[in-house]
């Protein structure tokens, strides 16, 4: 395999693999230990201004992209740990603008995406949100959306 296909390739696994890591780190850390950073966004009406404790975590994910810049770029080479880093950048571009933008609305980029998945999407969201608390929440993740989400509300009095 050629060494472009190869740097394409963990860019892309990289990318998937995040969803699971984002996954992961939402269900225990966001709703464990880092809770007091994470609740605010589960009360956006309490909160005052543009900017939400939840908000650190850009920053906390952005550095180990960060490293795997640095360390894969060492010696004027790259190595396999810049097209890591290139993926968990990817992953975090998606993750602001389906997140931040398309579903929380906080820039008003584009409004309203019309397609199953967009709209399963939504849904899981919104199933995440309907708890306000740390516990009994689900769909913790954002791209893998469990299969419920994707059938159509029944109206009422059906």
């Not at 990289?14 to 709703?31: I, N, P, S």
């Not at 490293?67 to 190595?79: K, V």
């Not at 950048?89 to 397609?115: C, N, P, T």
């Amino acid at each position: 395999m050629s060494p472009i296909l190869i740097n394409i390739s963990i860019v892309i696994l990289t990318v998937v693999m995040m969803e699971f890591v984002a996954w992961f780190a939402h269900k225990y850390l966001m709703h464990g230990l880092l809770w007091s950073w994470h609740e605010d966004h589960h009360k956006p009406h309490e909160n005052e201004g543009f900017f939400e404790k939840n908000d650190r975590f850009f920053l906390i994910f952005a550095v180990p992209s960060f490293l795997c810049y640095l360390f894969g770029s060492f010696g004027g080479g790259f190595g396999f740990l810049l097209f890591v880093g290139i993926g968990i950048s990817i992953y975090g571009l998606i993750y602001f603008l389906i997140h931040d933008v398309y579903i929380h609305q906080r820039f008003k980029w584009f409004r309203q995406l019309d397609s199953k998945y967009s709209r399963a999407i939504l849904r899981a969201h919104g199933a995440h949100h309907a708890k306000q608390t740390k516990e009994d929440c689900e769909s913790f993740g954002l791209l893998v959306v469990d299969n419920k989400f994707f059938k159509k509300r029944k109206k009422k009095g059906q």
